[in-house]
């Protein structure tokens, strides 16, 4: 059985773990724009920037 110490410390965590999910979702999280470790797809993104945005 778990002690109330316990069950307060997993309440806390994962109250700390739903705002981590809130605060990356609203900064840009998830959405594939990060690079990946492949900066040619990322200066490819940032030279039709311009295009996707007059086409979208």
């Known amino acids: 059985m778990l ?27 998830w ?3 990060g690079c990946g470790g492949n900066c040619s797809a990322c200066h490819e993104r940032c030279e039709n920037a311009s295009n996707q ?3 979208g």
């Open 31 to 33: 959405k594939g724009e």
């Open 3 to 29: 002690s109330l110490r316990a069950i307060i410390t997993l309440i806390v965590l994962i109250g700390l773990f739903a705002l981590a999910v809130v605060w990356i979702s609203k900064n840009g999280g």
């Open 53 to 55: 945005k007059h086409e």
